[in-house]
């Protein structure tokens, strides 16, 4: 049996960077810097379980460096170095460097050996300032078995050499012997938590093999290292406490773990190779569906009843998995918004500003892809808004505003699309600057343009007003990647800025799923469809409710009016009906509605998204296509740059 280290090494790449995260959580959201106990053991633990993991793959600097940090976070978890600013940003930046030392392990970047120096030289000075802990009631002595078993004897002497570590931390020096069994058993007694020895033999074996710790009311008043079969133990091993003890007549003690049991959550690793390959399979059955279903309504007789039953149990339990498998490449946001709390706080002390983030929404989900590729664009939008939107607290008291501005990082879905907005309390936009700076530029700019017509600008290449070039930001320096990076989502940038009360940059984003819910209708020959989260209402306009204004129509509805968007003539689809056989339906995307012109509804279906772009290239008025049941393809409508057209 052979050992994919690749994937075990894939697997600890994943659990680090969970680690890791868990480290910039806690001390990014303790805005007070208290912390209570439980997040101080989780702190130690994340440290413990990289450098734990270090030793099974090799990644020696990694695990030195890991060691440190870890000494570290336990003098402060053993209230011996208090979590002040200076060891919070002790620990950030050592955060950091594990990312860093890990990806070069990894063969993919380079660390400065300085770099480390210097941060392992705070460290030590951050010990040096180390008190007397306060004297603590002794944790509860607990006994435990462990239970191992090697699923190939061929690894029998490299999951010794794991448990032979494991049972030095925890103070068992006797050296295991790696007998022709390939299953042992350890009865121990220690104070260490539940989590703790779950975490150090977290790491013992590969795959296939088995190691088990569980607490047991019986285990033996010695230590002892067992074949896993009824016999004597083959090596009694005490921890050297025990044995000093032993000597002087005296019961044995053993090493106290202050950390509280947690349950491990019940998840598993899956490639997304995998899940895209599953979600083209689910895709696929949706298009035979359609075909099956409609192969039943041309059915007649006796049989038809029975077939549209079975069709209709099918497509309940189709949509049913349709639904399962696209959430499973479904992430909260939260995992990214996470991140500009770092952000906030480095810039906080680079601009000598001071800034409060609030975050909400974090719990809106959209595609692992999509997330992804969101970081760089809301890494620039929140950059340039601490460095150029937001006032110094001195600005900001003479204005009569709290000296600490507040940054909004929000989230949410409206309608079809997941909406994130960041906006903030700062000055706001100069609207007189960024037109004499495109005047100067010689862009072309009209005599009295609209608000939104001069924010537009900022977003052209290389566009700033700061007087100077910072190596942090400038408003409108890397807007355009913004803007480019959010339209290669089939999404858009809205910008919202007030003087004096700050700006708002709303992002919309597609729910960019593999399959959708569509409205198929028809236009001359041809089938499109209209995605129904966008749909309001379809209906056959009433006499006197179309009113032509200059070149175009609006349609009363609702109260109000919205522009008609003739489809016929967009697409040239030949001569139009009596203007009494059309259909108007009435769509939205973000704050603007328009009514759709088309000559029937045909049914409402799945439609499997195909990529234009991948497959053909990119076609304005269409996010994609999909295949009908009848083997025919159907183009599927951008409402959003439909209704982005509209005057």
Request: net charge negative; charged share 25%; with cysteine.
């Amino acid at each position: 049996m052979s050992i994919d280290v690749a994937l075990l090494r894939s697997t600890f790449r994943d659990e680090v960077a969970e680690h890791a995260q868990t480290v910039d959580d806690i001390l990014l959201r303790a805005d007070d810097r208290e912390l209570e106990r439980d997040q101080l053991d989780a702190l130690f633990r994340a440290v413990h379980s990289i450098k734990g993991g270090c030793g099974t793959f090799g990644f020696k600097r990694l695990g030195e460096f890991a060691h440190v940090l870890e000494e570290l976070l336990d003098a402060v978890r053993s209230r011996e170095l208090p979590l002040d600013l200076e060891v919070t940003d002790i620990v950030l930046r050592g955060n950091e460097l594990v990312r860093a030392l890990l990806a070069a392990e990894c063969d993919e970047g380079t660390v400065d050996p300085a770099d480390i120096t210097v941060l392992e030289a705070g460290i030590a000075a951050a010990l040096s300032r180390r008190t007397a802990p306060s004297v603590a009631a002794p944790p509860a002595e607990k006994r435990w078995r462990i239970s191992v078993t090697v699923a190939d004897s061929a690894r029998r002497e490299s999951v010794v050499e794991s448990l032979r570590a494991a049972f030095e931390t925890l103070g068992l020096l006797e050296i295991l012997d790696p007998s022709e069994s390939d299953a042992w058993r350890v009865d121990l007694r220690t104070t260490r938590s539940d989590h703790e020895l779950h975490e150090l033999f977290a790491f013992i074996g590969a795959a296939g093999d088995e190691c088990i710790v569980t607490p047991v009311a019986d285990a033996p008043e010695a230590f002892g290292f067992f074949d896993d079969e009824p016999g004597a133990p083959q090596t009694a091993a005490k921890p050297p406490a025990a044995r000093s003890a032993e000597r002087a007549g005296v019961p044995p003690e053993t090493v106290a773990g202050p950390s509280k049991p947690t349950a491990a959550a019940a998840t598993i690793r899956v490639g997304v190779e995998k899940v895209d390959h599953l979600v083209n399979l689910v895709g696929e059955l949706v298009i035979a569906q359609s075909v099956l279903t409609r192969a039943a309504e041309a059915v007649v007789g006796p049989e038809r009843d029975a077939l549209e039953s079975v069709v209709a149990d099918i497509s309940r339990h189709m949509r049913d998995l349709r639904e399962g498998v696209m959430s499973i490449r479904m992430v909260p946001l939260g995992t990214v918004f996470g991140r500009f709390r770092r952000v906030c706080r480095e810039l906080e002390e680079r601009l000598g500003k001071r800034v409060s983030l609030r975050i909400s929404g974090e719990e809106t989900e959209l595609d692992k892809g999509m997330v992804e590729r969101l970081v760089d664009p809301l890494t620039h939008v929140i950059r340039n808004s601490l460095d150029h939107g937001v006032e110094s607290p001195e600005q900001r008291e003479a204005a009569g505003k709290s000296p600490v501005a507040m940054v909004s990082l929000s989230a949410s879905h409206q309608g079809g699309e997941v909406v994130i907005e960041v906006s903030d309390d700062g000055r706001g936009l100069d609207r007189d600057a960024i037109l004499a700076r495109a005047r100067e530029r010689g862009l072309p700019v009209g005599e009295n343009p609209s608000d939104e017509e001069v924010w537009a600008l900022i977003f052209e290449p290389g566009f700033s007003t700061a007087q100077s070039v910072t190596d942090v930001s400038g408003r409108g320096v890397g807007m355009d990647v913004v803007r480019r990076n959010v339209a290669e989502l089939g999404g858009r940038v809205e910008l919202r800025s007030a003087a004096g009360k700050g700006t708002t940059i709303r992002i919309r984003l597609p729910l960019t799923l593999a399959i959708l819910d569509g409205l198929a209708v028809r236009i001359g020959g041809e089938v499109y469809i209209i995605p129904l989260t966008a749909i309001i209402e379809s209906l056959v306009p009433a006499s006197g409710s179309r009113l032509r204004i200059g070149a175009g129509e609006v349609l009363a509805f609702r109260g109000d009016y919205v522009p008609i968007i003739p489809l016929r003539d967009r697409f040239s689809e030949g001569t139009a009906p009596p203007i009494d056989d059309v259909i108007c339906v009435v769509v939205e995307s973000g704050s603007r509605r328009a009514a759709l012109e088309v000559d029937a509804l045909e049914e409402q279906l799945q439609a499997v998204v195909k990529s234009l772009e991948a497959n053909y290239r990119a076609v304005p008025g269409m996010a994609g296509a999909t295949v009908l049941g009848n083997g025919r393809v159907a183009l599927i409508l951008d409402i959003p740059g439909l209704l982005g057209t509209i005057a």
